[in-house]
């Protein structure tokens, strides 16, 4: 099983970035998506999830800035952010739970620098 995250960078405050995660080795449409982030010193927190029916969840910090969304043909979940805020700066992890067995897989992390 195969989790590879892309999209981070430097922006500034109030820009935009969308991270992209591509899963292989799984059945991927059956699997919760989820990104995670963790700051330096801090533990890896949810940010958002979307379940294999496309529900989207999110913590209350980012609704109405940031959507997640799937693409079940390419395997891939997206987390459009905008109105990035310094307070976002983190590693972003995607993670994939099988909401049947727990069993879950965790991407490498990108890097989400945010300026003032």
């Known amino acids: 099983v195969q989790l590879q995250a892309s999209g981070g960078g430097l922006v500034q405050a109030g820009g935009s970035l969308r991270l992209s995660c591509t899963a292989s080795?799984?059945?991927?449409?059956?699997?919760?998506m989820g990104w995670f982030h963790q700051a330096p010193g801090k533990l890896r927190t949810l940010v958002a999830n979307?379940?294999?029916?496309?529900?989207?969840n999110y913590v209350v910090p980012v609704k109405g800035r940031f959507t997640i969304s799937r693409d079940n043909a390419e395997s891939t979940v997206y987390l459009q952010m905008n109105g990035l805020k310094t307070g976002d700066t983190a590693v972003y992890y995607c993670?994939?739970?099988?909401?049947?067995?727990?069993?879950?897989?965790w991407g490498q992390g990108t890097q989400v620098t945010v300026s003032s």
């Open positions: 979307i379940e294999a029916d496309g529900t989207p």
């Open positions: 080795g799984i059945i991927f449409s059956h699997y919760t």
């Open positions: 993670r994939a739970l099988d909401p049947g067995t727990a069993m879950a897989y």
